[in-house]
């Protein structure tokens, strides 16, 4: 056993060069070790040396590496596509089709879920668990209603509730004729398990309007969540969901605000930031591939969710991102749709710096990569020294 | 529910506004003008939390799982 004080005190000089991980793990096999304080000083000197050896080299091509490394495994999946993976009675998209929404930066994703976890006093009891699930499924008329007619003679609407269900959801009929008040359509009254709503438009369009927004009246809930589904996790519950609003769900009691999830990643953007919206891509599309057992190093993730998010909203991948923001018109021009691109710059009179690799290619120079990078300039020496 | 504060939330790295002199310190040590580093905007919630200004750097302190801890810094854009 070394001394740990004597181990702090070498290591001391190291702390701002390590990374933590590194640092912390090497503190811990030092300290357990039995040297001398010469071999600590060696070893210590032999991880920081391997460490600075396994640094990337300025000019290294990293981007185009992610690329491959993401790519290849992804002409693996493309057999696999299309294939849905239920949180029991849930479909999320995943494999290949998931990846392409990451990296297109989607507003919305295909299927919508959220995981939301309780805060202490919700979470080890089913009962209190659903009834949190019960505030955010979105319930409309259309959910609770066994029919809805329209009366000509007395040009109103006749909503039959079914109270069986109405009562399960926590719903009684005055709160429905409260909340059909508020659309001010006209009268509303209640007789016996129907609600009968008054207006006074006779236009078969307004009429056909009006049915389709009378069934889609939120009764409650959170706007967007489809459906809920309470599952147990270990030893609390957890709420899984259909459909996703970050913002909606944060409103709610009951819920731990600081665990929330959704894999709709504009939402974490809008709601907790551009660096949340990093770390939601990484943990998505890392995700994504670790289900297809695909061991892709997560750096080549990171470098990905680094370039969508620089400008600090999120950029696509492609044509409308990343790609088409290119100050280089050549480049531009040898990704996709390359007459526009090659018009415009004619039109504009743009010129072309040629410092990226694309533009040198096309021209024939070195590519500013690897070696390449580095510029030379010659230094005259003045005049007498 | 009292108010959220979404520097606790799991997705959420601790970050801080980098004084004048760490700016400074921060540009000559890269090389780069700060408008080089990575951009936050300026209504980005993390911004407004931290009450940062167009033209302020934000020292960023990611959990990595390569690193352990990694230091990120973002520049703020005025949109």
Known sequence: ?385 | MSKFDIFKHELVPKAVVLSKEEVEELRRLYGIRKEQLPWIRRSDPMCRALGAKPGDVIKIIRKSPVAGEAIAYRYVVPW
Do not use: W
């Open chain 1, 1 to 385: 056993m070394a001394d740990p004080q004597l181990v702090e005190k070498i290591m001391e000089n190291y702390k701002k060069n390590l990374p933590k991980k590194i640092f912390d793990e090497l503190k811990e096999k030092l300290i357990s070790l039995n040297a001398s304080e010469d071999q600590l000083n060696k070893i210590i000197e032999e991880v920081y040396r391997e460490y600075l050896n396994s640094l990337i080299e300025p000019g290294e091509a990293v981007g185009t590496v992610a690329a491959q490394s993401v790519g290849e495994p992804g002409t693996q999946m493309t057999l696999r596509t299309f294939h849905y993976a239920g949180v029991r009675e849930f479909n999320v998209t995943l494999g290949l089709p998931r990846l392409i929404e990451i990296v297109d930066a989607r507003r919305t994703p295909s299927t919508p879920t959220m995981i939301i976890r309780l805060d202490e006093e919700h979470k080890y009891s089913l009962e209190k668990a659903k009834e949190v699930a019960s505030k955010i499924e979105r319930i409309t008329i259309e959910n609770i209603a066994k029919s809805i007619e329209y009366d000509m003679i007395n040009s109103s609407f006749i909503i039959e509730i079914d109270e069986e269900i109405a009562h399960d959801k926590g719903i009684d009929l005055e709160y429905v004729a409260k909340v059909l008040g508020r659309l001010k359509v006209g009268n509303v009254e209640i007789e016996g398990n129907k609600i009968i709503v008054h207006c006074e438009t006779t236009s078969i369009d307004k009429i056909k309007r009006l049915r389709e927004k009378i069934l889609d009246l939120r009764l409650k809930g959170v706007k967007g969540i489809k459906r809920v589904l309470v599952q147990k996790e270990g030893d609390e519950y957890v709420i899984y969901t259909d459909g996703s609003n970050l913002a909606g769900v944060l409103q709610i009691k009951g819920i731990d605000p600081y665990k929330v999830y959704t894999n709709n990643i504009f939402e974490i953007a809008e709601v907790l930031g551009i660096e949340a919206a990093r770390a939601a891509i990484i943990r998505e599309a890392y995700q994504v591939l670790d289900q297809q057992g695909l061991d892709v190093d997560i750096r080549h993730v990171m470098l990905i969710a680094d370039l969508m998010t620089m400008t600090g909203r999120i950029r696509q991948i492609g044509r409308h991102g990343v790609s088409g923001e290119k100050s280089s018109v050549l480049a531009r021009a040898a990704f996709e749709v390359t007459v526009k691109h090659l018009l415009e710059a004619a039109a504009h009179g743009e010129e072309d710096a040629l410092e990226g690799v694309t533009e040198n290619v096309i021209v024939g120079q070195s590519i500013p990569l690897g070696t390449g990078i580095i510029e030379l300039l010659m230094h005259f020496p003045r005049r007498g020294g």
